[in-house]
């Protein structure tokens, strides 16, 4: 079945640094690609969405490119700040029998320090 | 414009005993899923639920069940907990399960029920 595979947190990076998060999926058929943000203790807010190939996904200087040719939606902040401690989850939108369902990768812990 | 509520955000039960959690979806969306996310896991799709009826189930025994109400708000009811079920539970809504692909779904902050 469909599957998305994220890389293992958690990242810590100091307050400007450049952010790269991998995420990868496995699918068979065209799917939706999102991040989802989770701040402590909150559910989950979406971050950015693709919904083909080659579409980015923009955000509060977040981006994503939905790369068909690589099955990878990875994430991208030029400059974090202590702000976007969270957990991220890639996730992928499928159709089964006419209903819409999100599989989630395991999340990324980040942890941006002053 | 109160997005999606969830009741209660905590609960402690003991094994054996049934719970009941409560989702209101936002206003204009009339699916209601359900998630299920254990520690350090990505949440699980449960069941979701349109125009009252349970379009589709992911991988849970029958002890999970739900409903959906006449004004779109929802149920999600697990019977002769176990430990495992331990969990943050989360109700995510949208217009029309479809439209999901396009807008995303608005989630709600969770319930977190612990199992002792």
């Known amino acids: 079945g469909d599957s998305v595979t994220q890389m293992e947190g958690p990242v810590t990076l100091s307050e400007e640094a450049f952010l790269t998060i991998n995420c990868t999926y496995t699918?068979?058929?065209?799917?939706?690609l999102f991040w989802y943000v989770q701040y402590p203790g909150e559910g989950l807010q979406l971050l950015l969405k693709a919904t083909k190939a080659d579409d980015k996904g923009s955000n509060k200087g977040f981006e994503a490119t939905y790369r068909k040719e690589t099955t990878s939606f990875h994430l991208e902040k030029g400059s974090v700040q202590v702000s976007d401690s969270a957990v991220y989850f890639c996730?992928?939108?499928?159709?089964?029998?006419?209903?819409?369902?999100?599989?989630f990768g395991t999340g990324t812990r980040l942890k941006v320090l002053a | 414009d109160a997005g999606v509520t969830q009741s209660p955000t905590h609960l402690i039960k003991t094994r054996g005993q049934q719970v009941t959690l409560r989702c209101s979806p936002k206003?204009?969306?009339?699916?209601v899923s359900w998630y299920q996310q254990a520690l350090g896991q990505g949440p699980q799709f449960i069941f979701q639920?349109?125009?009252?009826?349970?379009?589709q189930r992911g991988n849970f025994p029958d002890r999970f069940s739900g409903h959906q109400f006449p004004n779109y708000s929802s149920e999600l009811n697990v019977n002769a907990l176990l430990l495992g079920d331990s969990a943050l539970y989360l109700c995510?809504?949208?217009?029309?399960?479809?439209?999901?692909?396009?807008?995303?779904?608005?989630f709600g902050s969770g319930t977190r029920l612990t199992v002792v």
């Open positions: 206003s204009g969306h009339d699916t």
């Open positions: 995510a809504s949208s217009e029309l399960s479809g439209t999901g692909a396009l807008y995303g779904y608005t």
């Open positions: 639920y349109y125009e009252e009826e349970e379009r």
């Open positions: 699918a068979t058929g065209y799917p939706s």
């Open positions: 996730a992928l939108g499928e159709v089964t029998s006419g209903t819409y369902k999100y599989i």
